[in-house]
């Protein structure tokens, strides 16, 4: 089993759509979670992090479940720019011997049509 | 913002030849990481330092080498680049509990 999964996709979704992605992680000891976003031939580039509480930002909500071990993004009024590739990272306790390093689900991709 | 410089956004080498892939953060984090990238494996880490002249080998780590000789510096090296290590490497530097900033990678590919 990998360590954190995602639905790779692709979903396709009219402007104005809410979307939702999941991820899975498979590490009881995880402390940190993000999602990145990753445009086409581009480097990914943090989106949010997510925080146990649940936190928002603007269109976009991050949620993290603990139990069930999985964190999901929600993007409420999808705009065209929104189309890109939607990564989540994890990572393990800082305090142990990871360092902090995540590691990163395959990507969900996310076309928004008008 | 956060900068993370690599080298070179393109590179072609030949089989055999040993390449260096270099990568700079101008924040003072502790924390650098090379990754791969690739068609439907996605990021793959191949080694990360957390200090000045500290390495520890990532998930695939084999027919890589890495220097950290100051902190704002992580290079990858690549001893005797072969066909399979063609991809898109992304450098990466982190503070201990934020996210990554990552560079705009390079694009090398070995002929």
């Known amino acids: 089993r990998k360590e954190v999964e995602q639905d790779p996709g692709p979903f396709n979704v009219p402007e104005g759509a809410t979307v939702a992605f999941n991820c899975t992680y498979s590490n009881s000891a995880s402390q940190s979670f993000f999602w990145y976003r990753q445009d086409c031939r581009k480097e990914p580039k943090l989106l949010m992090s997510?925080?146990?509480s649940g936190n928002e930002d603007g269109r976009f909500t991050a949620q993290l479940n603990r139990a069930s071990q999985y964190i999901s993004l929600l993007i409420r009024d999808s705009k065209l720019s929104d189309s890109a590739t939607y990564l989540c990272?994890?990572?393990?306790?800082?305090?142990?011997?990871?360092?902090?390093?995540?590691?990163f689900g395959q990507g969900t991709i996310l076309t928004v049509h008008p | 913002d956060v900068k993370v410089t690599q080298s070179s956004r393109y590179l072609v080498k030949r089989t055999g030849e040993k390449v260096f892939l270099e990568c700079v953060q101008d924040m003072d984090h502790e924390n650098m990481f090379w990754y791969r990238q690739d068609p439907g494996l996605g990021l793959r880490l191949i080694y990360f330092?957390?200090?000045?002249?500290?390495?520890e080998k990532g998930d695939i780590p084999e027919g890589y080498s890495v220097s950290r000789e100051k902190k704002e510096r992580f290079s990858l090296i690549l001893e005797s680049a072969s066909t399979n290590q063609t991809s898109m490497y992304l450098c990466?530097?982190?503070?201990?509990?934020?996210?990554?900033?990552f560079g705009s990678g390079t694009r090398l590919t070995v002929v």
């Open positions: 990466a530097s982190r503070r201990t509990g934020s996210g990554y900033t």
């Open positions: 990272a994890v990572a393990a306790n800082a305090g142990g011997t990871s360092y902090g390093k995540l590691t």
């Open positions: 997510v925080y146990s």
């Open positions: 330092s957390y200090d000045v002249k500290m390495k």
